[in-house]
Each structure stands twice: as C-alpha cells, then as structure tokens.
C-alpha cells in the first residue's frame, strides 16, 4: 500500500449513500491529495460515461 495522508481522508469523507457524481468528486480529489490508492475501474467508467477527462496517470481502458 502506498503512503495515505491520514489527515486529508479525516478532513474528507466519503458521504453516505453518494449520487454517483459526489463519487467522481470525492476520487478525482483524492487523487490529487492522497497516493494511498488509485481510482476504481468503475469510477473511471463513470467519468468516461460523463465525458469528465481521466487526470494525469489514469487509463478509461483499465479494468
């Protein structure tokens, strides 16, 4: 596992029961905040279906 920024992820929850756009947000954040893991496949298949670009370093064509 990767370093986590045990700070930001107190400051930063997920909310309960997430509409499937406050999911992108929280991950797209994440990732720029904290290196403890990446951004589910199936967040990045949500962002495709959206036409919110991958950030720097993601793939949509990963599984």
Known sequence: ???INADW???NPMPKN???EQRIDWHLRHAV?????G????ILRLMQAR????PEGYD????
């Open 1 to 3: 596992m990767r370093k």
């Open 9 to 11: 992820h107190r400051a």
């Open 18 to 20: 997430p509409s499937p």
């Open 33 to 37: 905040n904290c290196e403890c893991r």
């Open 39 to 42: 951004i589910p496949a199936g």
């Open 51 to 54: 036409g919110i670009p991958a």
């Open 60 to 63: 949509f064509s990963r599984k």
